[in-house]
């Protein structure tokens, strides 16, 4: 069984809008947000999220290292296969947040770690060549549940120590 850990904004985590995005770091032990569309994908190839992380966005801008070195530890702490950070669709904060955590994630850990966004995300260009980045559409877009689909393939891939290199190709920047 792939360990998944998921990694989302105060929004994504169903935390509140705007008026939250002020949230420290934190996390449950169950799946929330998008990881509830992502379930069904994993239960199919013999992965489940262990946990989920989140974070309000304007709180990492501001505690950007501090952010980085909680989700770092939490994620040694609870030792899964992949952290998957996002889906970020096309919200700039969030795309920022889950780049630079996957990149962190990927630099301090051994533990592999994506993002996921839109092409129309700005964090994407700057992601793109430093981290796995699986495309999804903007919010509401057609085409959610193949992204999904593909953050689950990729994650199961890289979990399972396999190679990514036509996967990238098909679903990523």
């Not at 070195?69 to 096309?90: E, N, R």
């Not at 966004?117 to 509401?140: C, H, Q, R």
């Amino acid at each position: 069984m792939v360990k998944v850990l998921l990694v989302l904004n105060h929004v994504q985590a169903g935390m509140g809008s705007d008026e939250n995005a002020d949230l420290p770091p934190a996390g449950k032990k169950s799946i929330i947000g998008p990881g509830k569309m992502m379930e069904p994908y994993f239960k199919e190839m013999d992965g489940e999220i262990v946990a989920t992380l989140y974070c309000g966005d304007l709180y990492y801008q501001n505690n950007e290292e501090e952010v980085k070195k909680k989700f770092v530890a939490m994620a040694k702490k609870l030792s899964p296969d992949v952290v998957v950070c996002g889906p970020a669709l096309h919200y700039p904060n969030f795309g920022e947040m889950a780049g630079g955590l996957a990149e962190e994630i990927n630099n301090k850990s051994d533990i592999p770690a994506f993002a996921a966004m839109s092409l129309e995300n700005p964090a994407t260009e700057k992601y793109k060549d430093k981290v796995i980045v699986v495309k999804t559409p903007k919010k509401g877009g057609v085409g959610l549940n193949q992204s999904i689909e593909n953050i689950c393939k990729m994650a199961v891939k890289l979990a399972k120590k396999e190679n990514v290199e036509d996967l990238k190709r098909e679903v990523c920047f």
